[in-house]
């Protein structure tokens, strides 16, 4: 195993987890306002009928009872995902990309049956995915439409974008692709890919799979290099408007793109991982002290425009 020496990787700009979690989110990130981001159910009754669009919610599962009944829950057609409101880091999230109403195809085509889904929506009641492992709710959602001209750099799963706002300040933006070592999910923990993304224009810069850097991808072999997200500048002015609606000032935005919807917000994170330095090769201190030292107040649009002149890396 090999360590980095905590002075080089300070001297890069590196922010490690205890200056994360000391300076940025117990400074700027009031907890009372946590809950809006760690239930998914929250964070998307703030949002929905604002201008910050998010997934369409088709039901919740509240308790045993609607377990029960499920089946009444589900779309006739079309794919959805079952997902807990409390869940982190991806767990206990199942999507199903081909609906049967007896038979329902995940993306890798294993197929499941109603009781399966019974069975998932009950572990998810149970608490065995959410924070702390208390009682939770069930979220159904519309399945994500994501572009297929961008399926070749993904394995099974839709891509997102994860955002660090820092202020209202878009500092830092990674795309994660699903593999077949993260089962599809776009966990960079359970082996996807992450993609480094230039904040002013969308384009990638590097990528890595568990820490290491990469030129491809794993299963498509598709040129990472070649990567470059459409709409960015819609994408990242969603991401700023969500400090607005939180009021936390270090956050983490999770976004996708609809092929009909545009930019999507998936969740808000107020304890944002760290590994997204790996995938842009730099380090996040250097930018975050350069937004403390605004004074000016900016709106959203603003914000964005000042990020992509400042932060820009191509």
């Known amino acids: 195993m090999i360590f980095a020496n905590p002075f080089a990787l300070s001297r890069q700009g590196i922010l490690g987890m205890n200056e ?12 009372i306002h946590f809950p809006l981001v760690d239930d998914k159910l929250q964070t998307k009754r703030i949002l929905m009928n604002s201008d910050i669009h998010v997934p369409e919610l088709l039901a919740t599962v509240t308790q045993q009872s609607d377990v029960v009944k499920l089946s009444q829950y589900l779309p006739d057609t079309g794919g959805f995902v079952i997902k807990p409101a409390k869940g982190s880091g991806g767990k206990g999230i199942l999507i199903v990309q081909h609906n049967h109403q007896t038979q329902f195809i995940k993306p890798s085509g294993m197929q499941l049956d109603l009781t399966a889904l019974q069975h998932h929506c009950s572990n998810i009641l149970a608490g065995l995915y959410s924070l702390g492992g208390k009682p939770d709710v069930a979220i159904i959602e519309r399945i994500i439409n994501f572009d297929q001209q961008y399926s070749a750099y993904s394995y099974e799963g839709v891509p997102d974008i994860r955002v660090i706002i820092f202020k209202g300040y878009p500092v830092m933006a990674m795309m994660r692709l699903s593999t077949k070592a993260s089962d599809g999910k776009a966990n960079l923990h359970q082996g996807a890919v992450g993609v480094g993304l230039d904040i002013a224009t969308g384009q990638a810069l590097r990528a890595v799979q568990f820490g290491k850097p990469l030129f491809h991808h794993p299963d498509t072999g598709q040129t990472l290099s070649d990567l470059k997200v459409p709409d960015w500048k819609s994408l990242l002015l969603l991401a700023a408007k969500c400090y607005e609606k939180t009021n936390l000032g270090y956050l983490g935005a999770d976004l996708v793109l609809d092929v009909e919807l545009g930019p999507l917000l998936l969740e808000l994170n107020a304890r944002p991982g760290l590994s997204i330095q790996i995938a842009n090769g730099c380090g ?21 425009n000042f990020s992509s002149q400042y932060f820009a890396q191509n």
């Not at 994360?20 to 907890?31: G, L, M």
């Not at 996040?284 to 004074?295: A, D, F, V």
């Open 20 to 31: 994360r979690n000391i300076r940025y989110i117990s400074r700027y990130n009031q907890r």
């Open 284 to 304: 996040l201190k250097p930018r975050l002290k350069i937004i403390e030292k605004q004074s000016e107040i900016r709106d959203a649009q603003k914000r964005v």
